[in-house]
């Protein structure tokens, strides 16, 4: 099987060397002067709902719908800040840029306010933005919520033989139902019209420069900005980073390792189980096999939940593909979650995705696929799907074959998208000129393969990598070592040394305690208070 995904993986490099998207458009010979956003800031409406009266402040920026026409329709964008706690010593904003694509930035930068140290709350107004077509500017809807619950209900954790098929029919559909429902918005909701916006509200704030986190496609947007406006760079941290040429230009060989990152996370976290029966209370020393016959009784007869919606064992499967992410941390309550999924009691592995999590889904596809060039061979498509779900057998065939979600299936919608893409970038990824930029990366990250964080690190002029050596998505926050590193970084523009690596994750943690990472969202991205 590893030869059938590498003859897949040359395939498309061949086919995408000569791609004519490849190729960057000519400049047009006269600029039109971009009108610079005015924020009037005032109350935060509904924004927030955990911490309404928090100190934020909330404003809307009126953007480009069209960046290539500049004084053409408009797009509203929703923007949040917190000033500086000490403005005598105001260092300048820090923008906080969520994963997704499809996460609220202004709940982000909200809800993440907390978790970050003194130091850096007092020297920088924090700031959070909902990109275009985010929540509340502009949500995209190309599957409304009726579609979506038939098509994930209607999933299996262990499908059938006729999978891969009904996955492309499906991954048509959604391609057909944004050309046709969102056609507005979806040409112009690519990341390089997303790093345009974040320059934009750069003027508007009146900096000269900005400091940036961003994590997951967070830091896709971080590092597209800083590819487009290298100068403006004071400092930035790029957490659970994306390989970008790959992700943009050769998607099939960027989707094939995080299959097998994701399922090699939820392998050791099982092998944890098998050594350790008594703490995960799961599978009684045989995990794996448990796992297995746990998906096909729940895809044979599910449990109804409270909505009367059923869970299947695509429910866990999609469930455990964000969970996985918390590190080991929350490994002892994944093993109850699976313990009370055999017994057919509920548990957050049982939650089938809700309307919020349609709404996170319909971004994340379209922004994807506003981004990302697959061949449009048909053949390769099946040929790439199944040797991705064989190559990760544990959660693949649930995810790679069932109906449009999350960054591991987007092959089968994006390859059929009939939709233009004059939003998405193709330029050099280098940020010649730049500050330096920390790129942040997870041996076990389960999302974002470290691998990717290597290859931005080198990609960048000015990269220089950070390793936390641990399990789950991202390292901010989630390691004291790294914390105190970016915080350093963040503050006064020190680097960690060259090859530096943090190896102190927090083991698993015994049940008897609600945990902050526990039941993870893939509709709500937050930093984690650092234990």
Same mark, same amino acid.
């Given at each position: 099987?590893?030869?059938?995904?590498?003859?897949?993986?040359?395939?498309?490099?061949?086919?995408?060397?000569?791609?004519?998207?490849?190729?960057?458009?000519?400049?047009?010979?006269?600029?039109?002067?971009?009108?610079?956003?005015?924020?009037?800031?005032?109350?935060?409406?509904?924004?927030?709902?955990?911490?309404?009266?928090?100190?934020?402040?909330?404003?809307?920026?009126?953007?480009?719908?069209?960046?290539?026409?500049?004084?053409?329709?408009?797009?509203?964008?929703?923007?949040?800040?917190?000033?500086?706690?000490?403005?005598?010593?105001?260092?300048?904003?820090?923008?906080?840029?969520?994963?997704?694509?499809?996460?609220?930035?202004?709940?982000?930068?909200?809800?993440?306010?907390?978790?970050?140290?003194?130091? &850096?709350?007092?020297?920088?107004?924090?700031?959070?933005?909902?990109?275009?077509?985010?929540?509340?500017?502009?949500?995209?809807?190309?599957? /409304?919520?009726?579609?979506?619950?038939?098509?994930?209900?209607?999933?299996?954790?262990?499908?059938?033989?006729?999978?891969?098929?009904?996955?492309?029919?499906?991954?048509?559909?959604?391609?057909?139902?944004?050309?046709?429902?969102?056609?507005?918005?979806?040409?112009?909701?690519?990341?390089?019209?997303?790093?345009?916006?974040?320059?934009?509200?750069?003027?508007?704030?009146?900096?000269?420069?900005?400091?940036?986190?961003?994590?997951?496609?967070?830091?896709?947007?971080?590092?597209?900005?800083?590819?487009?406006?290298?100068?403006?760079?004071?400092?930035?941290?790029?957490?659970?980073?994306?390989?970008?040429?790959?992700?943009?230009?050769?998607?099939?060989?960027?989707?094939?390792?995080?299959?097998?990152?994701?399922?090699?996370?939820?392998?050791?976290?099982?092998?944890?189980?098998?050594?350790?029966?008594?703490?995960?209370?799961?599978?009684?020393?045989?995990?794996?096999?448990?796992?297995?016959?746990?998906?096909?009784?729940?895809?044979?007869?599910?449990?109804?939940?409270?909505?009367?919606?059923?869970?299947?064992?695509?429910?866990?499967?999609?469930?455990?593909?964000?969970?996985?992410?918390?590190?080991?941390?929350?490994?002892?309550?994944?093993?109850?979650?699976?313990?009370?999924?055999?017994?057919?009691?509920?548990?957050?592995?049982?939650?089938?995705?809700?309307?919020?999590?349609?709404?996170?889904? /319909?971004?994340?596809?379209?922004?994807?696929?506003?981004?990302?060039?697959?061949?449009?061979?048909?053949?390769?498509?099946?040929?790439?799907?199944?040797?991705?779900?064989?190559?990760?057998?544990?959660?693949?065939?649930?995810?790679?074959?069932?109906?449009?979600?999350?960054?591991?299936?987007?092959?089968?919608?994006?390859?059929?998208?009939?939709?233009?893409?004059?939003?998405?970038?193709?330029?050099?990824?280098?940020?010649?000129?730049?500050?330096?930029?920390?790129?942040?990366?997870?041996?076990?990250?389960?999302?974002?393969?470290?691998?990717?964080?290597?290859?931005?690190?080198?990609?960048?002029?000015?990269?220089? &990598? &950070?390793?936390?050596?641990?399990?789950?998505?991202?390292?901010? /926050?989630?390691?004291?070592?790294?914390?105190?590193?970016?915080?350093?970084?963040?503050?006064?523009?020190?680097?960690?040394?060259?090859?530096?690596?943090?190896?102190?994750?927090?083991?698993?943690?015994?049940?008897?305690?609600?945990?902050?990472?526990?039941?993870?969202?893939?509709?709500?991205?937050?930093?984690?208070?650092?234990?």
């Amino acid at each position: 099987m590893a030869w059938g995904i590498s003859l897949v993986l040359i395939s498309v490099t061949t086919l995408l060397a000569s791609a004519p998207g490849a190729a960057t458009a000519a400049a047009p010979a006269a600029v039109t002067p971009v009108p610079v956003p005015v924020l009037s800031w005032g109350p935060c409406d509904g924004a927030g709902a955990d911490a309404p009266q928090d100190g934020f402040e909330c404003a809307t920026a009126r953007v480009p719908l069209d960046h290539r026409r500049p004084t053409g329709r408009t797009l509203d964008l929703a923007v949040t800040r917190r000033p500086a706690a000490d403005r005598s010593h105001r260092t300048g904003v820090l923008v906080l840029h969520p994963g997704g694509p499809g996460n609220s930035g202004v709940d982000f930068a909200r809800n993440s306010y907390a978790a970050l140290p003194a130091s &850096l709350r007092d020297a920088f107004d924090v700031v959070g933005y909902d990109m275009r077509g985010v929540a509340r500017s502009g949500q995209v809807e190309c599957w /409304n919520d009726t579609e979506f619950a038939a098509a994930v209900d209607a999933a299996r954790g262990a499908p059938g033989p006729d999978a891969p098929h009904t996955a492309i029919r499906q991954g048509l559909d959604f391609a057909t139902a944004c050309r046709e429902r969102a056609a507005d918005l979806v040409p112009f909701i690519g990341t390089g019209s997303n790093a345009k916006d974040l320059d934009l509200l750069r003027r508007a704030l009146g900096e000269e420069t900005l400091s940036f986190y961003g994590r997951s496609f967070g830091a896709y947007v971080g590092t597209v900005y800083a590819a487009q406006f290298p100068r403006r760079v004071r400092a930035m941290v790029l957490d659970g980073a994306y390989d970008p040429r790959r992700y943009a230009d050769v998607p099939y060989a960027y989707d094939a390792p995080q299959f097998v990152a994701l399922d090699a996370a939820v392998g050791r976290f099982l092998d944890w189980c098998a050594e350790n029966a008594s703490a995960c209370g799961f599978g009684e020393g045989r995990p794996r096999q448990a796992f297995e016959e746990l998906k096909r009784a729940l895809d044979s007869h599910p449990v109804v939940t409270p909505s009367g919606r059923p869970a299947t064992g695509y429910t866990l499967a999609y469930r455990l593909m964000f969970n996985i992410n918390a590190g080991r941390v929350i490994w002892p309550y994944l093993g109850q979650a699976l313990r009370a999924a055999q017994a057919r009691q509920m548990s957050f592995l049982l939650s089938p995705p809700s309307p919020g999590s349609f709404d996170f889904l /319909n971004v994340n596809l379209a922004v994807e696929c506003a981004d990302r060039v697959y061949p449009r061979s048909r053949p390769l498509l099946s040929a790439a799907v199944r040797a991705e779900a064989a190559a990760a057998p544990l959660l693949g065939p649930a995810i790679g074959f069932g109906p449009p979600s999350y960054d591991h299936n987007h092959a089968p919608a994006c390859a059929q998208w009939a939709v233009e893409r004059p939003s998405r970038y193709e330029g050099s990824y280098r940020a010649a000129g730049s500050a330096p930029i920390l790129v942040l990366g997870t041996t076990g990250d389960p999302d974002t393969p470290y691998q990717d964080a290597v290859a931005l690190a080198g990609t960048l002029d000015n990269g220089r &990598l &950070l390793t936390f050596a641990g399990e789950g998505h991202t390292a901010y /926050n989630r390691s004291a070592c790294v914390s105190a590193l970016v915080t350093d970084y963040l503050a006064g523009l020190s680097l960690p040394a060259r090859g530096t690596v943090c190896a102190d994750e927090a083991p698993p943690e015994g049940i008897g305690r609600r945990l902050s990472s526990l039941e993870v969202d893939e509709t709500r991205d937050v930093i984690p208070a650092l234990r």
